[in-house]
């Protein structure tokens, strides 16, 4: 259990014990000025309709009938009704051995338990090779999905790969017109099509695969390609984008980010007929008509709590259905079938598509809260501080790899969680590959290394250090000391709000602070030392910082150094 756990379960019986109604949780935040405690709560103000009363009314009944706690020296009442709680300082101290006692488990809990998730990030077109944007949805997912695994929810990850439609058909152009130019025709690119080198590269290695020595060659190859009712320009798509794909998947490996399923639009739904089932299954329940010849979703009809602002066209009066329908067709019956709740992380560009899905999922019966979506804004690119092009494929993007081979993966990976998903994120190249305290990463991973130097040396110097449960820390009573404790324990309760927010930069965020405290501490205090008490007692602080650095590095998919 939790130290706030323990603090809401007090707050419980005291409000028990004065005859006041029950709460089912309390909000506990660490207060910026430590004169205003270790922990504080409003629950006074969010209890004072319930209770009738005051909220400072609530907060002196509390302190009244709070139980003896070891955890607590004392509750103090602020403002109109906060309630502040000051730990004690001997306890503060043992509470160590509980974060040493929990190894790598410390942080994880069951509270999502029988949660099942589906979680889809990245699913990046299969047009062209991973941007810088989609590291930052990588990332961001990657360590959603391992948070949320922390806390005991089942999660599944997916790449969905767009692999149909207006797109598909626009790449398979592109790519038969860079065909057709590498064995010499004179073939133009279409109409918006995709004009990345990239496309040459993949033309090349297709010409030499198939050895095709000329135009004659390629004739008659996609002659043969045409038999059997599929056009060759749809089979040269094809094999472009499995061609895509695997470098995307190559990408990402190296990223550390695998996916549970990569799911198709081609296989999964359209070639299944999962389009019109839905189309179908959306008229019986009455919510379509048709006008223009077109069949419409009633999306302004569509719930109570979520509605869209205008009715969507479901198939095209020419017919056939839209990536709308498409869409819904794949959430309702593929996703929704092995989860109780969705979150797709989407580019910003997606904002005014996700109240259409969103209203759709309800209309088919799903709750509001199972869909979510995480809008993952763009990325700018710097380097000290001045907007920089890197891409040497493709002037306007920068490519996902080029900054792998640049920055390398736990600065990149750490770099875009130091902000909310929703927030614009600068970049720095030159911040992201520097060896000092204005790099985030390297700032947390350095108390890392730092701490495993310290345990070699202790071991090179032929130290006994037993169990960490026969230590007494005792000694740990320097405000530093006390600080970097205290902090060790929030964790739980940071890794439990990340989840529960979808926000795992908090972690990050947290980590930066944990280093800040220790580093000083380092650089003042000496561990290794005569006074053989409070020499072992250091130890173990340094151990449990370490183990808690490491573990929260490993919920980001970062990684903890031995050495630096």
Not at 311 to 321: E, H, M, Q, T, W
Not at 333 to 347: H, Q
């Amino acid at each position: 259990m939790s130290l706030t756990e323990r603090l809401t379960h007090g707050v419980q019986h005291a409000l028990a014990a004065a005859g006041l109604p029950p709460v089912a949780d309390c909000a506990w935040e660490v207060p910026r000025q430590a004169e205003h405690g270790d922990y504080a709560t409003n629950v006074g103000m969010t209890s004072a309709k319930a209770a009738r009363r005051a909220p400072r009314q609530i907060a002196e009944a509390i302190v009244k009938h709070f139980p003896a706690m070891a955890e607590v020296a004392r509750l103090e009442i602020a403002g109109p009704g906060f309630l502040n709680v000051f730990l004690a300082p001997a306890w503060v101290a043992t509470a160590l051995r509980e974060v040493l006692a929990a190894g790598a488990g410390y942080g994880r809990a069951a509270d999502l338990a029988g949660q099942r998730v589906r979680l889809e990030f990245v699913s990046a077109n299969p047009t062209g090779p991973l941007v810088i944007v989609n590291a930052r949805a990588a990332a961001i997912g990657d360590a959603l999905a391992r948070v949320l695994r922390a806390r005991g929810a089942r999660v599944t990850t997916e790449f969905y790969i767009n692999d149909a439609g207006n797109q598909f058909e626009a790449l398979a152009r592109s790519f038969e017109a860079r065909v057709r130019q590498a064995v010499g025709e004179a073939a133009p690119l279409p109409e918006k099509g995709y004009p990345g080198e990239y496309l040459v590269d993949l033309a090349a290695d297709y010409v030499r695969e198939q050895r095709l020595d000329g135009a004659p060659a390629l004739q008659a190859h996609l002659a043969e390609l045409a038999k059997g009712g599929t056009s060759a320009t749809e089979r040269l798509g094809r094999w472009a984008v499995a061609r895509i794909v695997v470098g995307q998947r190559r990408v990402l490996a190296d990223y550390g980010v695998t996916f549970d399923v990569w799911s198709s639009e081609q296989h999964d739904v359209r070639e299944r007929g999962l389009a019109d089932k839905i189309l179908d299954e959306l008229t019986t329940r009455g919510l379509t008509y048709e006008q223009d010849g077109a069949l419409w979703f009633r999306a302004t009809e569509a719930g109570e709590d979520v509605t869209d602002d205008k009715d969507r066209v479901l198939r095209r009066s020419a017919g056939g259905p839209t990536y709308f329908a498409v869409d819904i067709a794949y959430h309702h019956y593929v996703k929704f079938a092995g989860a109780d709740r969705l979150i797709n992380l989407l580019g910003p560009d997606h904002h005014g598509y996700v109240a259409r899905i969103r209203a759709a999922m309800q209309a088919l019966g799903h709750p509001p809260e199972a869909f979510e979506v995480l809008l993952v804004q763009l990325v700018t690119l710097l380097r000290d501080g001045q907007p920089v092009r890197m891409s040497k494929r493709r002037g306007e993007f920068v490519l996902m790899d080029e900054l792998l081979e640049e920055v390398g993966r736990d600065a990149a990976r750490f770099t875009f969680l130091t902000r909310r998903h929703d927030s614009p994120l600068e970049f720095d190249l030159a911040v992201a590959t520097r060896q000092s305290s204005d790099n985030p990463v390297y700032y947390v991973q350095y108390a890392h290394a730092r701490i495993r130097s310290i345990a070699r040396q202790a071991a090179e110097q032929g130290i006994s250090v037993p169990a960490w449960e026969a230590i007494d820390l005792g000694p740990l009573t320097e405000p530093e000391e006390q600080a970097i404790i205290k902090r060790l324990l929030d964790y739980p309760e940071v890794v439990r709000g990340a989840a529960r927010a979808r926000e795992p930069h908090r972690i990050a965020f947290w980590l930066q602070e944990l280093a800040g405290l220790f580093h000083p501490y380092y650089k003042t205090h000496r561990v290794i030392q005569d006074d053989r008490r409070v020499m072992l007692a250091r130890l173990a602080l340094c151990a449990a910082v370490g183990q808690v650095i490491a573990t929260g590095l490993d919920l980001l998919g970062v990684s903890a150094p031995e050495s630096m």
